[in-house]
């Protein structure tokens, strides 16, 4: 692509996908995401060509500028949007389609000291909301999503919705993904209507095969999940229990003041039972008076 269309397109770029710009003006003197890719294109050239120390120059001016750091070494396709890109980091081996969309905070990096490919692939279209890790040398799929604040640390298939830490798979093509048998019912109906005979047994095997059918992410490790619902159950067994007891309570209470009633009343009729004296050969009714209580 020559150089003024590809600037042309970078300014077009920001317009589709940002309400916020008003101006060819304020894109070009306003937007570090766009100031970041700029540089990055210079570095990256000088990379290529053996020039390290000075291609690192440029990458660390960028971020000292934009707040943005990527790599000299990483491979960014047209059409890329940063919007609010303060805390971005790219790393070296990391690889950028057309079209994507990276918010602020946002990592593309490796999970350990490996050479070689360490750092994630995107594909085409794919959004990667604020706050997102994507760490490990894996493919994120064309028109993919990565939630705000998502950790993923495996290959996300094409028009997947990923959520969570770690990241799993809640949408695909569009419809609602609750576990294993759903996903892979989706991705088969997809298959089915790419031109793939799904009836066939071979191709039916070699397609649950490819497929990555493992979503029950809480067999990751995640002590910190664990222990949320430990102490959920704890709670719920004690409001049990509680409230058993203000039952038991209620009862006893109950129990307690119908005997003092029985009780109260059995003394009250002794108290009135009349007495008959012999005062001079007569013969006097004499009742009982009852003491006042305070």
């Known amino acids: 692509m020559k150089f003024f269309a590809r600037i042309k397109k970078d300014i077009r770029v920001i317009f589709e996908r940002d309400p916020a710009a008003k101006s060819t003006l304020e894109v070009l003197f306003c937007y570090s995401g766009l100031h970041a890719i700029w540089l990055h294109r210079i570095s990256h050239a000088l990379f290529k060509r053996g020039w390290i120390v000075s291609a690192r120059l440029i990458s660390n001016l960028g971020r000292f500028l934009t707040g943005i750091e990527i790599h000299p070494g990483a491979t960014i396709g047209d059409g890329l949007f940063i919007d609010h890109g303060t805390g971005i980091v790219i790393g070296e081996t990391a690889e950028i389609g057309k079209n994507v969309t990276l918010y602020q905070g946002v990592t ?170 012999n005062n001079n050969n007569m013969k006097i009714l004499t009742l009982p008076v009852r003491s006042q209580k305070s």
Request: aromatic fraction near 4%.
């Open 108 to 277: 593309l990096g490796g999970t350990g000291k490996e050479k070689g490919k360490r750092h994630p692939t995107i594909g085409n279209n794919v959004v990667v909301a604020s706050g997102a890790k994507v760490l490990g040398s894996f493919k994120v799929g064309d028109h993919a999503k990565i939630g705000a604040g998502s950790v993923v640390l495996k290959e996300v298939p094409p028009y997947a919705t990923v959520v969570g830490i770690p990241g799993r798979i809640v949408v695909l093509h569009g419809k609602r993904i609750h576990n294993a048998e759903e996903y892979k019912k989706v991705w088969l109906d997809y298959c089915e209507s790419r031109g793939y005979d799904i009836n066939n047994p071979d191709v039916h095997k070699e397609i649950c095969d490819e497929i990555d059918v493992d979503l029950d992410h809480d067999i990751l490790p995640d002590p910190e999940k664990e222990m949320l619902e430990v102490m959920s159950r704890q709670i719920q067994r004690m409001e049990k229990r509680i409230s058993d007891l203000e039952k038991q309570l209620e009862s006893a209470k109950a129990a307690i003041s119908a005997e003092s009633m029985r009780t109260s009343a059995v003394e009250v009729k002794l108290e009135e039972k009349p007495k008959i004296e």
